[in-house]
């Protein structure tokens, strides 16, 4: 087997409950969610299949809905195995995911044509491949550690797009982009997110996601609201919009078009039979 799917199903209902926390619950929302792992889960009416098995389809929380999402494996755990294995502080300490994203906002949109795969313990979405291997591409002599985490923090957003290209092909609509997990919190990976996306994306104000979800689903069925969807529209609110920068889109656009051409070429080296 592939060693992927494993737990799935877990998977599935945490990422159902947060989405109810997020308000993903209508046609056209979607969350694009950073823990250890990346989830771009959309809400649909109806079932959204993919023969080639790489996004799965679930019942949602709501009785008659239904939920698409993708799977990036090595999100936010790209950027932890990062911290962990290349810096220390002078106490030995691993540094702080804020002062690696502080140098990295210090490197240019595209991060001077430095690309990243996060694909550290295989992929799922888009290449359901578990022999699928992490490529730092396009270094050289000029590039800083602050270009190397710009270009990890670019390299997951690009991952999570390539679920956002496959909703495209499979006509998922995609009118509400809600960010949530640890990733959420960075200022910088927020705005990465939307250039990539090239869509504003949302921060809702609570940050319990599965728990907060699973409390106003409690909350439903205690007789508290009469629906999900009244719940949602009651206790769920924006606290900001991220509007993507006209700049950064066009150069991390160019930059997504090359990250797509990473993983054939990788392939090739690592299992020479590929054809492709």
Same mark, same amino acid.
């Given at each position: 087997?592939?060693?992927?799917?494993?737990?799935? $199903?877990?998977?599935?209902?945490?990422?159902?409950?947060?989405?109810?926390?997020?308000?993903?619950?209508?046609? $056209?929302?979607?969350?694009?969610?950073?823990?250890?792992?990346?989830?771009?889960?959309?809400?649909?009416?109806?079932?959204?299949?993919?023969?080639?098995?790489?996004?799965?389809?679930?019942?949602?929380?709501?009785?008659? @809905?239904?939920?698409?999402?993708?799977?990036?494996?090595?999100?936010?755990?790209?950027? @932890?195995?990062?911290?962990?294995?290349?810096?220390?502080?002078?106490? $030995?300490?691993?540094?702080?995911?804020?002062?690696?994203?502080?140098?990295?906002?210090?490197?240019?949109?595209?991060?001077?044509?430095?690309?990243?795969?996060?694909?550290?313990? %295989?992929?799922?979405?888009?290449?359901?491949?578990?022999?699928?291997? %992490?490529?730092?591409?396009?270094?050289?002599?000029?590039?800083?550690?602050?270009?190397?985490?710009?270009?990890?923090?670019?390299?997951?957003?690009?991952?999570?797009?390539?679920?956002?290209?496959?909703?495209?092909?499979?006509?998922?609509?995609?009118?509400?982009?809600?960010? %949530?997990?640890?990733?959420?919190?960075?200022?910088?990976?927020?705005?990465?997110?939307?250039?990539?996306?090239?869509?504003?994306?949302?921060?809702?104000?609570?940050?319990?996601?599965?728990?907060? $979800?699973?409390?106003?689903?409690?909350?439903?069925?205690?007789?508290?609201?009469?629906?999900?969807?009244?719940?949602?529209?009651?206790?769920? @609110?924006?606290?900001?919009?991220?509007?993507?920068?006209?700049?950064?889109?066009?150069?991390?656009?160019?930059?997504?078009?090359?990250?797509?051409?990473?993983?054939?070429?990788?392939?090739?080296?690592?299992?020479?039979?590929?054809?492709?």
């Amino acid at each position: 087997g592939l060693g992927l799917v494993a737990g799935a $199903g877990a998977h599935a209902r945490d990422q159902a409950a947060g989405a109810v926390g997020m308000g993903i619950v209508s046609r $056209g929302t979607v969350s694009a969610t950073i823990g250890t792992s990346g989830v771009v889960f959309a809400a649909t009416d109806r079932p959204a299949l993919d023969p080639r098995g790489r996004v799965h389809t679930f019942c949602h929380a709501i009785p008659g @809905r239904w939920h698409v999402m993708g799977v990036t494996q090595a999100a936010g755990l790209s950027l @932890r195995w990062f911290r962990d294995t290349f810096t220390a502080s002078s106490t $030995g300490a691993p540094e702080s995911y804020d002062h690696l994203t502080a140098e990295a906002a210090k490197a240019p949109p595209g991060s001077d044509g430095l690309l990243w795969t996060p694909y550290l313990m %295989g992929e799922r979405t888009p290449h359901l491949d578990g022999s699928a291997r %992490g490529a730092l591409v396009g270094i050289t002599a000029s590039h800083t550690r602050g270009h190397i985490v710009r270009a990890i923090l670019e390299g997951v957003a690009f991952s999570l797009r390539d679920t956002f290209t496959l909703f495209k092909e499979m006509n998922v609509p995609v009118e509400c982009i809600r960010l %949530g997990g640890g990733g959420a919190r960075s200022p910088l990976w927020r705005q990465i997110q939307a250039d990539v996306y090239g869509h504003a994306v949302e921060i809702v104000e609570a940050e319990e996601g599965a728990a907060y $979800g699973a409390a106003l689903l409690a909350a439903v069925g205690a007789g508290v609201w009469r629906s999900v969807d009244a719940a949602c529209a009651a206790a769920v @609110r924006v606290a900001s919009q991220i509007d993507p920068q006209p700049a950064g889109v066009e150069t991390l656009n160019a930059s997504y078009t090359a990250f797509r051409r990473v993983y054939p070429a990788t392939r090739q080296i690592f299992t020479p039979s590929a054809s492709s």
